[in-house]
């Protein structure tokens, strides 16, 4: 059942984690139990408040029933001292919906405010993509996984308390400052993250670089990885930028591998709600076989019609399993800001 939430926090208190989130169905309703893990081992819920105020939440989706109330406390029972990675299944009625995943404060590192400016958004988020990566794109602990335009490594933390310490992810980036940030806090803690800077141009984030996109040959061999995620990467890159990188996706992928991807997808729905003054991303202005909210710096946002991309995926040989479309335009009912496709490889 599609449904959104996050956790707001996760707290020890002595011999139990407090935990506190929101989430709403998109089919009207709020969570009325909830399956709770640390780790890979089940844990009792021992008190539950559910149908809190949340009058931010109602703020974002006025038309959800339920959102006026979509906020929870859970208490749980966890004896270890050191909490793992929470996962939160909630129930609406025999129907559950999408995972919420949380840490304590204190395990996650925080990067400074310049580098979260850049990244452009909440570190949080990335807990809600752990969710996608898992549900949506079948990510498995043991995967080794691809992480291009890793930026600050927002995305690798909480995949490096999921992943197996056997499991290798690798991350790049042009923005030579948060890869740097990363592997000083991100790679000294978890041996098996590495993060790699790549000297490629893109004009909003590293202007000066010396090598083309179009160029660039991503630095693994063949079929290394299992999965490859790309958030918010396609959508600050030109169309032959993004095409060369499907084909180098689809080259450094197993055969039975995944890739998840974010993009602005312009359809039919997306273009009315843009011409009726819904959305937050403007992509109306050409910028080669694409669409920006900025025609000065185009890099800011880039979008595509839908119709060609699917014709690029085919191009390169893959294909979109799933596509999960955003609110970015203006949707009410969405997984996601940015829209989801989830690709797999075709042919030999
Ligand atoms: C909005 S940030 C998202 C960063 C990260 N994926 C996340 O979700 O936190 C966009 C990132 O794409 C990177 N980027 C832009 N062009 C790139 C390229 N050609 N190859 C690799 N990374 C690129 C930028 O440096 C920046 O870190």
Known sequence: MLSRGALDFVKRDHEAILIHGWVLSFDGGTATSFVVSAGDEPVDVVDLTTRQASPDIEAAFPSIRGSD????TIRCAVPRSDVPLIRIVPQFGGDGGSALFGLPADAIPRPDKEAVDVIGGDFFQAFEFLSHFI????????????????????????????????????GFDVAESGVAWATNVISRQFPNFKFRHVDVCNDAYNPSGRLQSVDFAFPYDDERFDFVYLTSV??????????HYLSE?????RPDGRCLCTCFLLDDEARQLLATGKGTERLIHLVGDGFTSDPELPEKAIGFDSRSFNEWLAAARLDARLCLLGGWCGRERYASYQDILVLERTGA
């Open 234 to 243: 396609l959508t600050h890159m030109r169309g032959p930028e993004v095409r």
């Open 249 to 253: 996706i689809r080259r450094v992928l």
């Open 135 to 170: 549900e949506h794109g079948g990510l498995e602990a043991s995967m080794d996984v691809l992480d291009v335009g890793c930026g600050v490594g927002r995305m690798a933390v909480p995949l490096a308390f999921f992943l197996l310490p056997s499991a290798r992810y690798e």
């Open 69 to 72: 109330c979509a906020r929870f």
